[in-house]
């Protein structure tokens, strides 16, 4: 560029554009390049002729479009189905959903490769093949050129095929398969995704993570019909939600997403879920100081444990009245619940619950002031 003084020509314009943006500056000079590769193969005039009239396009976004533009449409259209795929670029599951044979589809990657669009990822993992986009904004263009149906029959076919692709090790694409059926028309898929990948940000003690998954479930759950189905689903995101946001301190909102748990376990009369709403409401009221509203809440969460004959669900409950009740200053009464659950759980062998149960023993003898005991 320099040789040829083309940059004299047009350097005031590219630093005042780009303003710093290598991307924009990258993006200006391919533009550069083809104009005058072309102006060499036709034989033009001098460079100061050819380049007078050149235009430089005012926004990063405008020159990447531009040139995804000028792309043969076989070509355009693998760029746009690839950017559903997201920045990376698998090329089994693309070949899946474009239905491509592999040597075709390569030498077509290869070719926007050439473009300067994707680039080979050579030490992908697992022995895969991926390609990647040169820059996140070539693939959010593409993306965004692509019709919203269009889109979105794209993200149900790519969810489909992970399903087939990795059935024996699903659990490892949840997240995956939330974003794409998040984004398709199948919105019992993806109420069942999301919430299977809250869960597991749950476990990972994610919580942040585990609460924007159960937002958008509960989003697509609000907007179907409320059959007894997803009156279900509703309440159990709305619960799993409102502990996470306890864990967190977000009490507030944790309270309203417990009551619209409760609520929906109510209309549908589900009383092993009521069970476990009204023992976590039981639980948040504890963890904030108030008491008597906590064991008010575990007792009627006890009531309906013992009606469905839920003993598990009862020994849990029983653990959390004598926690709340320790506290409460009650000690003698703290202590009969325990042993009441206590003994429930040497029954039914339930093992994690009497751990829990036997920790806050200890709480009881460190309280009287009998370490020993309490160790």
Same mark, same amino acid.
């Given at each position: @560029? ?24 990258? +993006?200006?000079?391919? &533009? ?14 001098? *460079? ?19 040139? @995804? ?16 795929? &997201? ?22 990657? %290869? ?35 692509? $019709? ?9 076919? @790519? ?10 090790? /699903? ?5 995956? $398969? ?17 919430? =299977? ?7 990972? *003690? ?40 306890? @864990? ?7 309270? /309203? ?9 109510? %209309? ?16 948040? *009221?504890?963890?904030? &100081? ?18 469905? &004959? ?35 759980? %040497? +029954? ?19 309280? $009287?002031? =009998? ?5």
């Amino acid at each position: @560029i320099k040789e040829n003084d083309i940059y004299q020509l047009k350097k005031d314009k590219i630093i005042s554009i780009a303003n710093g943006n290598p991307l924009f500056i990258e +993006e200006i000079i391919r &533009g550069i390049e083809k104009r005058r590769l072309s102006a060499d193969k036709d034989g033009l005039g001098s *460079y100061s002729e050819i380049f007078a009239d050149f235009q430089i396009l005012d926004t990063v976004q405008s020159i990447a479009r531009a040139r @995804i533009d000028l792309l043969p449409l076989g070509l355009k259209e693998i760029l746009y189905q690839a950017s559903v795929l &997201g920045k990376y670029i698998e090329i089994k599951l693309l070949q899946k959903i474009t239905n491509l044979e592999d040597k075709v589809l390569l030498e077509t990657l %290869k070719k926007l490769q050439k473009h300067k669009f994707i680039e080979e990822v050579e030490a992908a993992p697992l022995n895969k093949s991926y390609f990647v986009f040169t820059h996140s904004l070539i693939q959010e263009i593409a993306y965004n050129s692509l $019709l919203f149906r269009t889109r979105r029959s794209i993200h149900t076919k @790519i969810g489909l095929a992970i399903e087939e692709m990795y059935s024996s090790k /699903i659990d490892a694409k949840v997240e995956e $398969l939330a974003y794409h059926f998040k984004n398709s028309d199948n919105k019992k898929k993806a109420v069942f995704y999301l919430n =299977k990948t809250g869960d597991k940000a749950q476990f990972l *003690y994610a919580f942040k993570n585990a609460i924007n998954y159960y937002l958008d479930s509960i989003k697509i759950l609000e907007l179907m019909e409320h059959s007894e189905e997803q009156l279900n689903q509703l309440s159990e995101a709305y619960n799993k939600l409102a502990f996470s946001q306890s @864990i967190i301190g977000e009490r507030k909102e944790a309270e /309203i997403n417990f009551n619209k748990a409760l609520e929906c376990c109510k %209309k549908i009369k589900d009383k092993d879920n009521e069970t476990l709403v009204l023992m976590n409401m039981g639980n948040l *009221y504890g963890d904030m &100081g108030q008491w008597d509203k906590a064991i008010e809440y575990l007792k009627k969460c006890l009531s309906i444990a013992v009606k469905i &004959g839920n003993l598990k669900r009862k020994a849990s409950i029983l653990k959390s009245i004598g926690l709340a009740s320790l506290f409460k200053g009650d000690t003698s009464t703290g202590y009969f619940y325990l042993r009441e659950s206590i003994n429930i759980c %040497k +029954e039914i062998k339930a093992l994690d619950v009497y751990a829990m149960a036997l920790n806050n023993i200890g709480i009881y003898y460190d309280m $009287l002031g =009998k370490w020993g005991k309490s160790y």
